[in-house]
C-alpha cells in the first residue's frame, strides 16, 4: 500500500520548492548584475563625471554628430537589407532541399565565430584597392553596408528558421485549394506568424551594427563625417584621454540600442497576441 501523502509533507515540499527558486533567482539576478548591470553603471557614471554640460558638449559636437549620422544611416539600412535576405535564407534553409544544405546552414553561423577583425581583412582583400572582382569599397559606405551586412546577417537567420520550422502548412495547402496565390498565402498566413521573430532579429542586427567596431576598422578606414561610426570616434576619445565624451558616447548608443530593442519587443510582443487571437 502507497502511504498518503500528509498536508505537512505537502507544505514542506512547497517551502523547499519555493526555497530553490528563491536560489536560482539569487544566483540569476547576481551573475546579471556583475556581468551586466555594474558594467553598465560604471559607464554611466564614468560620462557623468563632468556634469551635465560635459555631457552635453561631447555628444553634440560636430565629430560626434557625424559618427551618430554615419552610423545610424548604415545600421537602419542594413537592418532592412537584412530582414528581406534573412527571411529568403531562412525560408530556403527551411522550404528547399539541395545538396550542400548543411554546409550553408553551417556558413551561417560564421559571422559568430570569426573574430570581427578577421572579417575587415576578408573584405579589404576582396573589395580593397587590389580587389580581385575589380569592386572597390574601402573608404566608402557601401564598404560599410558590406561589413555591417556580414556581421548581422545570422541575427535575422536565426532568428526566423525556428519560426518558420513550426508554421502550419496545413492551412497554406487550405489556402491554396481556396485560390490563394501564393504572394496572398504569404502576406495573410505566413507574414502574421514571422512577425514577431523578425522584429526580434531586426532589433539584435541593428543593436550589433550601431556597436560594432572591428569589422568596418580597415574597410570604413574611419574618414571623419563619411565612414567614421560611432564606436571608432570612442577609440579617437580614448586615445585622446577623454574618457568622460567616450563615455557619454557609449551611453548615447546604449540608449539607442535599448530603446530601439524594447520598441521591437514591445511591437512582437503585440503582433504575437494578435496571431493568438486571429481565428
Not at 161 to 167: A, F, K, N, T
Request: charged fraction near 15%; charge should be neutral; proline fraction near 6%.
Amino acid at each position: 500500500m502507497t502511504a498518503a501523502i500528509g498536508p505537512g509533507h505537502r507544505l514542506s515540499h512547497r517551502l523547499a520548492a519555493r526555497g530553490t527558486t528563491a536560489l536560482r533567482l539569487g544566483v540569476a539576478t547576481l551573475w546579471l548584475s556583475v556581468i551586466v548591470l555594474l558594467p553598465l553603471a560604471a559607464i554611466v557614471w564614468q560620462s557623468a563625471k563632468g556634469g551635465w554640460p560635459a555631457f552635453v558638449t561631447a555628444v553634440t559636437s560636430p565629430s560626434a554628430i557625424d559618427s551618430f549620422r554615419v552610423t545610424l544611416t548604415v545600421s537602419a539600412a542594413v537592418t532592412v537589407i537584412n530582414l528581406v535576405f534573412g527571411l529568403l535564407v531562412a525560408w530556403v534553409l527551411v522550404r528547399d532541399d539541395f545538396p550542400g544544405k548543411r554546409l550553408v546552414d553551417a556558413v551561417i553561423d560564421l559571422p559568430f565565430a570569426l573574430p570581427t577583425i578577421v572579417a575587415s581583412v576578408v573584405l579589404l582583400a576582396v573589395y580593397g584597392p587590389n580587389s580581385p572582382v575589380d569592386v572597390h569599397l574601402q573608404h566608402t559606405q557601401y564598404g560599410l553596408g558590406v561589413a555591417l551586412l556580414f556581421v548581422t546577417l545570422p541575427f535575422v537567420v536565426r532568428a526566423v528558421q525556428p519560426v518558420l520550422l513550426e508554421v502550419d502548412q496545413e492551412t497554406e495547402l487550405a489556402a491554396a485549394s481556396l485560390g490563394a496565390n501564393g504572394p496572398t498565402i504569404f502576406r495573410t498566413i505566413i507574414l502574421p506568424a514571422l512577425t514577431p521573430a523578425l522584429l526580434s532579429g531586426a532589433g539584435l542586427a541593428f543593436s550589433r551594427a550601431i556597436g560594432e567596431f572591428g569589422s568596418v576598422v580597415l574597410i570604413g578606414g574611419a574618414v571623419p563625417g563619411k565612414t567614421e561610426v560611432s564606436s571608432q570616434w570612442i577609440r579617437t576619445l580614448i586615445e585622446n584621454d577623454d574618457r568622460t565624451g567616450a563615455a557619454a558616447i557609449s551611453v548615447v548608443l546604449l540608449a539607442i540600442s535599448f530603446a530601439v530593442l524594447l520598441i521591437l519587443r514591445i511591437l512582437g510582443s503585440r503582433s504575437a497576441k494578435h496571431e493568438e487571437m486571429a481565428p
